[in-house]
C-alpha cells in the first residue's frame, strides 16, 4: 500500500487528505496549528452563497475521520529528505519521522501585513481595521468604532498589498474584490443606516454568482463604489479616518472622511510554502508561489518528481477552487503512484 | 493614536548620522531670511556640544532653485555639487551637512544617481577638472542639520534653560512639525522616521517637554515648488497649500510650527500675512499668527539664546505670545535695534494679523 | 483693490463630507436604477448631443452621486432627450427618466 504525506492542513490539505484515503492510500496529514482549517478559521461567511464557514470547515474536518488517515496537529516538518527510489522521510518537530512515496506541498498563504502600507495607518489609527479583524467582528456581531460608537461612514479599501509594486507585489490577489462586495453587504445587513463605500481599481468579478452579487450590492443594498485607489489616510481629532483618492471617472480628487476604514489585504505565499519551497528546491513564481510545472496540464507539479502541489500555496485561490485543486492533485498523485 | 504603532515604524528608519567634523553648507533662502538660525546652529554646534564644524566661505549654492525651476542643467547641478565635495575633501572631512532641505534632496539624488551610473561621475569628474582641476571623493556621510539637531537632542535637553512648557500652567507646548518634501519623500530610508510619520522634527519636540500635533493634513506640501512661487501668477495655488494646512491645524491650537526646510519656514510664516491681508483670516489665538520657527532658532530658544540674537525679529507672525508661554525673557525695545541700539527700522502694521 | 498679483486658489477636490447630496436623494427616490451603474461609458458614446458639445451624461450622474450639483446646472439643458442611451445601457438605467428627474429637482429648487 502506498502513503502520501500531506503538509498542510488547510482547506486544500484536507480535501486532498480525503481524496486520497477515498482511493486506499494511506495519508499522513501534518498542521502546524492545533486544528486543521488554516485560513478558514478566521472566516464567518463565504462568499457567493453567504454559507457559514464553520459549516464547510466542520464537513472537512469531519472528513478526515477516515480510517486511512493520520493527522498529525501541532507538527512543523524540520526536515524533509527523498531516497534514490523516490520515497520521502520527513522529520517531525517532535522528533518523529514519516515516510511515504509522494509528498503533497499544501502549505498556502498568509494574509499582508497590511502595516507594510504605512501611509494607510494601519496598527497606528484606531478606526483602521483589516477584512481579517472585520470577520472576526462579523462573528462577535460588534461593528463598532474604537469609541464604542455605531460607525455612520464605512470605506473598504481594495488591493492593499496587491498590485502594488510598492510592497513588492505584482499580483492580484483575486479573492479581495469579492470579499469587499460580500462585507459590504454584511456591514449593510448590521448597520442599516450606514453609508458603505468600495474604494477599488478594478471589480474583478471571475467567479460565478459574483458579477450578480456585486450588482446585488449596488441595487439592493446602496453600496457605493468609487474607483481610486487610496492615497494616503490620516487621523482627526476625533479619531476618524480622512482619506484621500482620486475619483478616476470624474478626473477630480475626493476626500471624505470614515468612522471605520476596512483594509482588504492582499494574499502572500505562506512563510511555509517558501521554506517548502527552498527545502524541496521547488521553483517560486516571481509573485512568491510556488511555480506549476504548466498553468494548463501540471497545475499540480512541480519540477521535483513527486513532489506535487494543491491550493494556495501556488497562486491565490477562492475556497470553490481550491477544493477543486485538492481533488486534482488526488487524481494525479494516484496516477503517479500507479506508474511506480 | 497609538504611538507604539509610530515607534514600529520609526524603527525601519533609523539612518547612521555621523558624530564629529562636518563640512556644513550653507542654504541660500535660510542664511537670507533666518540668518540667525545658521549663525545659532554652528554657535551651539561647537560652544554647546563641542563638535567640529567647518563653515567654509569658499562655498556657493547649490543652484538647486535654478534646477528645479528649469534653468539649470543636471550636469551643471552636478558639477556645482561635484565642486563642494572637493572642498570638503581638501579640507579633510568626510561628512557633509547641508543646511537647506532642496540641497539635501540634490546630494541624495546626486549620490544615488552615481551609484546607479558610474558614467555619468565619470563624466562630471571630468567636467570638475576641466573647469576648475579640482578632484573630490564622495562624503562618507551624508546628514541634514536636523538629523544633527535630532542626534544630539537629549544633549540638548540636558543643558535646557526652557522647556516647551506654558510656564504660568504647566502645560506641554503643542507644536506642529512641517518636513520639508525632499528630505524624505523622493528617499524615505534616508529621512528619520520615513516620510508618513517623520521623527525628526517630532523628537526634538518631545525630547524638549512638548507635545506633537498629529493632524490630518502634517504631510501635505507647503506649497513652495519653485516654479509656482517665482512666477507671480502662480502664487495663488502656492498660498493655498499652506492655508489648507493651517485650516486643518487650527483645532489642535497649536502653540509653535516648527519645520526643517528654510523654504517651508519662510512660507508659513510669511503667507499667515498674506492670508490674513486677503480674506482676514488668522490661526492663532487672539488675531494672532502661529509662530513659526526653524530648528535651530527652537534649539535656540530651549538653550536660552537671545530671542533678537536669533533673529525672531526677521519674523512676519510675532513670536512674542510663545516665548511669553515659555517664560522667556526679552526686552521689547531691543526687538528693531542692533546689539549697540542702532535702529533698524521697523515693519508697517498688518491689517488684520496681530504682532 | 488686489495688488497681490494672484488670489488664493480654490480646491479641486470634491469633499464629500460637506457637499449637498439632496438632489441624489431626489433622483434616486424616483430612479432607482441610477444604483446600477457601472461606469462603462455607453450612454456618452452614442450621445447626441455629447458628440458636439462638453455634454457627458455618465459624468453627470457621477457629479450627482457625489453632491457635485454645479456641473449638473451647467450642462443639463444640452441634453436633447433623445434616448440613445437608454437602448444601450448593459445596467438598465433609466437615464432618460433620471435627465428628466434632475431637470425637474433644479427647477422646483431654484432661487
Known sequence: MHTVIIIGGGPAGCEAAYQLASDGIQVHLIEKNNETGGNLNNWYQLFPDRKNAQDLNKRLQEQLNHPGITLHLGMEPSRVEKDGQGRFSVSLSDGSLLEGDALLVATGFKTFDAKRKEEYGYGIYENVVTSVDLENMFRNHAIRTSKGDVPRRIGIIHCVGSRDEKVCNFHCSKLCCITGVKQAIELREMLPESEIFCFYMDMRMFGPGYEEMYREAQEKYNIKFIRGRLSEAAENREHQVQVKVEDTLLGRPLRVTLDLMVLLVGMEASNETQGMARELGVKLAPSGFILPLDPHYGNNLTGEKGVFITGCCSAPMNLTDTLNDARSAAVCITRYLNMK | MNLEGKQQVWKDYQKEIADDRYYYARSCIRQTFFPGSEWAYLDILKNKLGKDVLDDPRHTTCTGIGYHSDVVPVQTIMTVVARHFALMTEAGYENITPSCITSFGIYTEILETWAHHPEIEEQIREYLWKATGREFKKPKNLAHTSDIIYKFREDIAAQARYKLVDVHTGRQLRGVDHIGCHYAKMFPSKGIGGAEFPAVLSGMISSWGGDVVDYPERRHCCGFGFRQYLVMANRGYSVANSKKKFESMRPYEPDFIVANCPGCAMFLDKWQYTISEMEGTTYGQDGYGIPVLTYEELAGLVLGYDPWELGLQMHQVAVEPLLDKMGIAYDPEMKYRTKEGKDIGRPKCPTYLKV | ?111
Not at chain 3, 446646472?73 to 435627465?99: N, Y
Open chain 3, 1 to 111: 483693490m488686489n495688488f497681490w498679483g494672484f488670489n488664493i486658489s480654490e480646491t479641486r477636490s470634491i469633499n464629500y463630507d460637506t457637499n449637498d447630496k439632496d438632489m441624489l436623494i431626489h433622483v434616486l427616490q424616483e430612479v432607482p436604477s441610477c444604483k446600477l451603474c457601472i461606469e462603462c461609458g455607453g450612454c456618452t458614446a452614442g450621445c447626441t448631443a455629447g458628440r458636439l458639445t462638453s455634454f457627458n451624461i455618465r459624468k453627470l450622474q457621477m457629479f450627482m452621486k457625489r453632491g457635485e450639483n454645479k456641473e449638473i446646472r451647467e450642462e443639463l439643458h444640452k441634453c436633447m432627450l433623445c434616448g440613445k442611451c437608454i437602448l444601450v445601457c448593459p445596467r438598465g438605467v433609466d437615464t432618460r427618466k433620471m435627465i428628466l428627474s434632475m431637470m425637474k429637482y433644479i427647477k422646483n429648487n431654484q432661487k
